[in-house]
């Protein structure tokens, strides 16, 4: 309301009679505009490590989506210590007609193993978590 006030009591000094609205000056988003970003639903994550060398690990997480409109947008990682933090965003598209039906999905997730030690470590993907165990260091040794 005081940013409307501020714009017609500006308008007021200017040569044109017609008071300014505030939409001359804001661009205001409109639903075709707007996107939310949230967290996909798992329900279920298996971890598959490769037998080579360097050790490759894959997270294959399963989960639904809850209409036609929503879409895995991103999927960020992060480790804290021996705890990798798996999120796949979903984000809604706008303007389209949705159906309700639920979507099923399977993203497989790289994570970034190499360069980590021996040891047992644990996966959360948006709240399921599962542990795998490196038997080996997982180091790509220096070439002399």
């Not at 409109?69 to 999927?75: A, F, K, N, R």
């Amino acid at each position: 309301m005081t940013l409307f006030i501020l714009f017609y009591s500006l308008s007021a000094c200017s040569s044109r009679n017609k008071p300014a609205s505030p939409e001359q000056y804001l661009e205001i988003p409109t639903s075709q505009t707007l996107t939310t970003a949230n967290q996909a639903r798992v329900n279920h994550i298996q971890i598959v490590i490769t037998e080579s060398f360097p050790i490759q690990v894959n997270v294959v997480a399963q989960g639904h989506l809850p209409d036609s409109c929503m879409l895995i947008d991103q999927v960020t990682e992060e480790r804290n210590m021996n705890t990798f933090i798996v999120k796949i965003l979903t984000t809604h598209q706008p303007g389209k007609n949705c159906t309700p039906a639920t979507q099923t999905f399977e993203e497989i997730i790289p994570l970034t193993v190499v360069g980590l030690k021996a040891g047992i470590y644990a996966v959360q993907v948006n709240g399921i978590t599962d542990t795998f165990e490196l038997e080996i260091d997982n180091i790509i040794p220096q070439s002399p």
